[in-house]
Antibody, heavy 117, light 108 residues
Framework: QVQLQESGPGLVKPSETLSLICTSSGGSISSSSWTWIRQSPGKGLEWIGHIYNNGTTNYNPSLKGRVSISVDTSKNQISLKVRSVTAADTAVYFC???????????WGQGTLVIVSS | SYVLTQPPSVSVAPGETARITCGGNNIGGKSVHWYQQRPGQAPLLVIFYDSDRPSGIPERFSGSNSGNTATLTISRVEAGHEADYYCQVWDRSSDHPVFGGGTKLTVL
């Protein structure tokens, strides 16, 4: 059973870069694909981006090229960076495993990131 | 891009059956997955590939998908089922997931 845990700063200043890490336990991350999803307060789920097990990435166009996702297989970690953040990036950020590419069968507990000066 | 439409809220009495719909253009041709999200918690997969249940999800959760509507059905609803429920498909044309807006299930 895969367990995921997000970590990173809970407060980021506007215009800076949001950096989060998702650590996986219970198996090697190299055999799976991974997704970051966020949820603004009181809102629904918003897909941020995806990294396939071959390293290919795909990002939500609405984030206008501010996002990057990578994996560190030696540490079993998936990282997320969102550049030039604004208050609109305030949200709970979840990492999730993508099973068979299309569905998300394991989720981290989520981490709240507030963008504020 | 592909759009999924869910009712914002559904209310049912304890012991009754809740049906939560997810509308999309020819959604019957896609695989639909459903997630339960209790307050302050991460989403939990409760139905995948339209009607399959992950291990540990009780039989009272079921799903169907045809035409332009997919449906999540929860039978014998109890207070513990109060949560937000999201449907999700994979949009192959853009190669990314699409979520419905979510439905808040209230047990009266």
């Amino acid at each position: 059973q895969v367990q995921l845990q997000e970590s990173g700063p809970g407060l980021v200043k506007p215009s800076e870069t949001l950096s989060l890490i998702c650590t996986s336990s219970g198996g090697s991350i190299s055999s799976s694909s991974w997704t970051w999803i966020r949820q603004s307060p009181g809102k629904g789920l918003e897909w941020i981006g995806h990294i396939y097990n071959n390293g290919t990435t795909n990002y939500n166009p609405s984030l206008k090229g501010r996002v990057s996702i990578s994996v560190d297989t030696s540490k079993n970690q998936i990282s997320l960076k969102v550049r030039s953040v604004t208050a609109a990036d305030t949200a709970v950020y979840f990492c999730a495993r993508a099973a068979a590419t299309s569905l998300f069968d394991s989720w981290g507990q989520g981490t709240l990131v507030i963008v504020s000066s | 891009s592909y759009v999924l439409t869910q009712p914002p809220s559904v209310s049912v009495a304890p012991g009754e059956t809740a049906r939560i719909t997810c509308g999309g253009n020819n959604i019957g041709g896609k695989s639909v997955h459903w997630y339960q999200q209790r307050p302050g918690q991460a989403p939990l997969l409760v139905i995948f590939y339209d009607s399959d249940r992950p291990s540990g999800i009780p039989e009272r959760f079921s799903g169907s998908n045809s035409g332009n509507t997919a449906t999540l059905t929860i039978s014998r609803v109890e207070a513990g089922h109060e949560a937000d429920y999201y449907c999700q498909v994979w949009d192959r044309s853009s190669d990314h997931p699409v979520f419905g807006g979510g439905t808040k299930l209230t047990v009266l």
